[in-house]
């Protein structure tokens, strides 16, 4: 079965410092990946999307993430953090049949000033 | 706006009783889902559904039951069979049920035991 680990529940990072979350997934072939952020009591917003292709993708709000196959990684990146960048951030993989997405755990990000 | 709107944003629920949370979309999607939300659990599929008057169970689906009468509703029932209903239900959409559809998630519903 496909599943997705996100091994750090909580990071905290200064402003203007670089960020980086970790994901890794499971999964029989090589999968989409999504990441999603989540500001408090609010829905999720996608960031960015891999479906196929180069390997380093950029997504809104100046995130990017790198897609490494022989790592069973896809990590987010961001090179400089605003406070607005405190929020929720989560990994998924859709399965094919239904779209059905499954989810990592979540990092929850904190920006110190 | 095109978007999705679920409502209420709070909910209670008393012992025994079954509350209904609605999910409307203004979109045109043909797939909708349901996710409860737990701290550090992310998000657990209750059930979602690929087209009109089909719905299919998620991951978590047992206390909870759905319709899909119309393309643009997908309302989540949570019964009273749902001993631990306490949780974030958040709602969503792609334009297909095919891998490649982005999701696109409501603002949510946060429902407490009273």
């Known amino acids: 079965a496909q599943s997705v680990t996100q091994p750090d529940i909580h990071i905290t990072v200064s402003e203007g410092a670089s960020l980086e979350l970790r994901c890794n997934y499971s999964?029989?072939?090589?999968?989409?990946l999504f990441w999603y952020v989540q500001s408090p009591g609010q829905g999720l917003q996608l960031l960015l999307k891999?479906?196929?292709?180069?390997?380093l993708v950029q997504g809104i709000k100046g995130f990017e993430a790198e897609f490494k196959r022989s790592q069973s990684s896809f990590n987010l990146r961001k090179p400089s953090v605003h406070w607005s960048d405190a929020a929720e951030y989560f990994c998924?993989?859709?399965?094919?049949?239904?779209?059905?997405?499954?989810f990592g755990g979540g990092t929850r990000v904190l920006v110190k000033p | 706006d095109g978007g999705i709107t679920q409502s209420p944003k709070y909910l209670f629920r008393k012992e025994g009783q079954n509350v209904t949370l609605s999910c409307e979309q203004n979109?045109?999607?043909?797939?909708m889902y349901w996710y409860r939300q737990d701290p550090g659990q992310g998000l657990r599929l209750i059930y979602y559904?690929?087209?009109?008057?089909?719905?299919q169970k998620g991951d978590i689906a047992e206390g909870y039951s759905v319709s899909r009468e119309k393309k643009e509703s997908f309302p989540l029932t949570v019964t009273s069979a749902q001993k631990n209903p306490t949780a974030f239900y958040l709602c969503?959409?792609?334009?297909?049920?095919?891998?490649?559809?982005?999701?696109?998630f409501g603002a949510g519903t946060r429902l407490s035991v009273l």
């Open positions: 969503a959409s792609s334009m297909e049920p095919d891998a490649k559809n982005i999701q696109y």
């Open positions: 999964y029989g072939a090589t999968p989409y």
């Open positions: 891999y479906f196929s292709g180069d390997t």
């Open positions: 998924a993989v859709p399965k094919a049949a239904g779209n059905k997405l499954t």
């Open positions: 979109l045109n999607h043909d797939a």
């Open positions: 559904s690929q087209i009109v008057n089909d719905f």
